[in-house]
């Protein structure tokens, strides 16, 4: 990726966006319309999932209370299809919860509904684009 001051894709933004939970006001400019395109998104998550097999990452975050919360999700092949999240139960303490998804694409939907009700530092998913 390039230094991020200088990104300029879409893949690299939305990349970012995923990873740091931020984009500034420049960097908005460049997704189409100032928007999160469900299927720029869902290809860069196929690619970085089939490549890495984390999503935002390239290995499983820290569980408990050494991970903060997050949202991952893991796909290894056919029989590990999860998604994480690591969540505040109380003050500064985490807790680790799993879910198991059927299929890739339900992997990925569950993960960007989740993302966009978390915020996405503002930005709207526009779904079937």
Same mark, same amino acid.
């Given at each position: 990726?390039? !230094? ?26 460049? @997704? ?31 569980? &408990? !209370?050494?991970? &903060? ?22 003050? @500064? ?18 993960? @960007? ?7 996405? !530092? &503002? ?7």
């Amino acid at each position: 990726m390039n !230094d991020l001051n200088e990104i300029k894709s879409e893949k690299e933004l939305l990349l970012k966006l995923f990873t740091t939970e931020h984009l500034n006001v420049s960097e908005r400019k460049g @997704l189409p319309n100032g928007v999160v395109r469900e299927n720029a998104a869902r290809e860069l998550i196929t690619n970085h999932l089939k490549e890495h097999g984390w999503f935002p990452g390239m290995k499983q975050k820290p569980v &408990g !209370d050494s991970g &903060g919360e997050y949202f991952q999700i893991e796909y290894k092949d056919k029989g590990n299809i999860v998604f994480h999240h690591n969540y505040e139960s109380s003050y @500064l303490k985490f807790k680790h919860h799993t879910t198991k998804l059927k299929s890739l694409n339900e992997l990925i939907t569950f993960y @960007l509904k989740e993302k966009e009700k978390e915020g996405l !530092d &503002g930005l709207k998913i526009k779904w079937g684009t």
